[in-house]
């Protein structure tokens, strides 16, 4: 994975927890002002004990009502953000295993021609040893001779 994806991912796993955040932020400012404003409204009305009660029991039950939606709202969209999350996370798998595997095909691949190329220069070396080999034991003498001046020469100028 790439850094560029890296990062993208990263921005939005990012964006998505402040959407949570945001999302809870406003479930809980929602409830706390209905609550606030509903007790508000009931204390500051002119109204007879019995009528105090019965605005209250229907303030609570319209209260729990709203309550009740927003939590299936929360639910259904927590729902969706995991299935999102799973989708995005298996599409992530998979994309890791292609590349894996693409990876893998073009390292064997190498390899195959790296062995090749091995052989073939294992065979030219073969057949210049052949040619350069002595044909016989005479020559083989001869040049091991030579190869003895040689050595004998570069050591003398190495020791001046």
Known sequence: MSNQDRQENESKQVAKNEDSINT??????????GIVGAGTALLLAPKSGKELISDINTQASQ??????????????????????AKEKSNEIVQS?????????????????????????MTAKDDAVAEENAPT?????????EE???AFDQTEEKVNQ
């Not at 809870?24 to 002002?33: R, S, W």
């Not at 709203?66 to 299936?72: E, G, L, M, P, R």
């Open 136 to 144: 016989s034991e005479a020559e083989a003498q001869k040049r091991l």
């Open 63 to 84: 209260l729990k009502e709203k309550s009740s939606h927003i939590a299936d709202t929360a639910k259904v969209k927590g729902t969706e953000w995991v299935q999102v």
């Open 147 to 149: 190869t003895k001046v």
């Open 24 to 33: 809870k932020d406003f479930v809980i400012g929602a409830l706390i002002g």
């Open 96 to 120: 890791a295993k292609e590349k894996s595997s693409d990876l893998q095909q073009t390292v064997s691949k190498q390899s195959a021609d790296m062995k090749d190329k091995i052989k073939q």
